[in-house]
């Protein structure tokens, strides 16, 4: 679930609470905060919006994890997922255009085919 | 029937109103502004990021207009499906899908291209689709209420006529008079965190058995997906490559993403943890199996697990009618519902008509969101256009069960709230009641439910955010009893309905089960268009 709006990198942009589909941030003067952490459903998509990366949803869906935010900056966590995407400033092209499930589909029946023949 | 509305901040006219902004509703919104209606579209959450579809990456049932490859197609899932799929339902559906994804192609949406540089259409990435759609849907005229959650609909004794309900983040209720509405709210997974389904409580089946429409398939409504058990990413189509362990080291025999779910959830049952490992994919296929699905990946790399390599743990989390196929009935062609007025589209409606009683999977499903709201919206925007002069002057009222009410409501109505939501949970989740059924489970769960139900129903709502959750309480016990009425009346196993105590499937039963009601809950049966036989 969201675990951190980074104060250092918040931009007050108000896009997370806007975004949110289950309404978890809230802005607390200017700066936006995690309002209802019990609302979070563990989507990712705050994290794919926010322009700053300033925000980091931790993998546990049902309880709270407390990461640290220096080592998530370090290990490069914060902002992997927008930058996945591809919604970073500066990529190349998008999760949309490297796709690779219709080739993969075809690569993955192939691979299924030859394996059943190794099994014969 | 609830008090008239006393201090709307917001009140709005259309002709379309669609409730619900994924896939279904967008392409509802489209499909009625491309008619020249005036059309607004409400969303819980935020269109654009709300639903199953728009954290996550999905095939898409888009089949060239050949026909071997369309016979193929459609028989390709026509008997696990237990044969309650229709030949021109399916038809249709892949007319529109493919229609469809070529236009989602022309306005920009990034398709992969291969060598040639023919772009693959296939397949679709959610925040890349849905930042689109939400972007086609605004230059299309059609205004978003976002954060704005409905309470229930309005209605005459012409038909439906709108809707009211509350916006979230300043607290101010709204209302939309409408000639005629689209349910585009998704399924219902029952607050289990399955990726992006917390928005999917089944309001929109609710809402349709108030206005005394009814549902279908309700029984084909216990899809679990496996997924590591700290985590909400449930995408179940790559266990295909895994294995699964105890935790010394030692196979659990049989179990299996498909048929070997039941394996893994008799473990879980017998308090056994069970473990799984991509043991199955080789160097070759991992980095493609990486990019195809990315978001699979996010939670194992947070957590320093490889899935190819590490052992990690897995339960099955519940995806009720998300991936299952039940939902509100469908009576024409239109996606209309037999109420004059409602329209329903996407996992809100029910998915046999394509499906039959077993998840096609993503694409299908996909497939059924893109199409099914086009022909909603499509129908939509005609009977409000037909509907002329007359929509001006009417003066609908309310039709939530419970009372909706302005005033201040009684303290600790929200631990009330909470303490509901979980009863209902406690009933759907269990594995020994809603995937391994038995007329005895079944039984005492409805009992339970039906006491659950009738104590909801007379408490007093406020038209609030803390309203809303009360009422995605009932709309989920409401779900959960037209759940278990079907799957008790269903006496035998079809699709994915399994009866322990009717392991076979039973020739006589090939029929579709018609479920509704508030208050009392009636199962009757409805035959399969003839024609699905041909196949």
Known sequence: MIELVSQDRCIGCRLCVKVCPTN????????????????????????????????????????????DEQELIESGRLGSWRKEIGWNPGAEDTMAERDTTPFFEVFTEAYRGKQQEIGK | ????????????????????????????????????VKVILADKGYCGSSGATAPSGTGVWYVK??????????????????????HRWMDRVL????????????????FPVDEEGNPYRRGLQGPEYMRLMRKLVKKAGVKILDHSPVLELLADEHGVAGAAGVQTQNGEAWSVHAGAVVIATGGCAFLSKALGCNVLTGDGYLFAAEAGASLSGMEFSNAYAICPTFSSVTKTAYYSYASFYYEDGSVVEGAGSKKGRSVIARNLLAGRQVFAKLDGADEALQPLLRV???????????????????LFPVTLRLEGTVRGTGGIRITDEQCGTGVPGLYAAGDAATRELICGGFTGGGSHNAAWAMSSGSFAGEGAAAYAAGLGRHSQHRAPVGLSSSPLVHQEVKAGEAARTAEYVEAVQAEV???DINLFRTEQGLASSLERLDGLWKEQRSREIQRTPEGVKAREAEAMTATARWMYSSALARTETRGMHKREDFKGSDDSQHHRLISGGLDQVWVKTEEVAKESVLL
Do not use: H
């Open chain 2, 1 to 36: 029937m609830s008090q008239p509305a006393l201090k709307e901040a917001l009140k709005l006219t259309a002709d379309v109103l669609v409730i619900g902004g994924g896939p279904a509703g967008t392409w509802a919104a489209l499909t009625a502004a491309a008619k020249g």
């Open chain 2, 95 to 110: 007319d529109r899908t493919y229609e469809n994804m070529n236009r989602l192609g022309v306005s920009g949406y990034p």
């Open chain 2, 65 to 86: 207009p050949e026909e071997e490859l369309r016979e193929a197609a459609k028989a390709s899932r026509y008997a696990m499906g237990g044969k309650l799929a229709e």
């Open chain 2, 292 to 310: 195809a699905q990315t978001n699979f990946f996010l939670p194992f790399d947070r957590r320093g697990i490889n899935p190819f390599k590490d």
């Open chain 2, 429 to 431: 989740k269990p594995y």
């Open chain 1, 24 to 67: 978890v941030f809230a802005m607390e003067g200017k700066l936006a905060v995690i309002a209802r952490q019990e609302d979070c459903q563990t989507c990712f998509m705050c994290e794919a919006y926010c322009p700053v990366d300033a925000l980091y949803v931790a993998p546990q869906a049902d309880k709270s994890a407390n990461p």
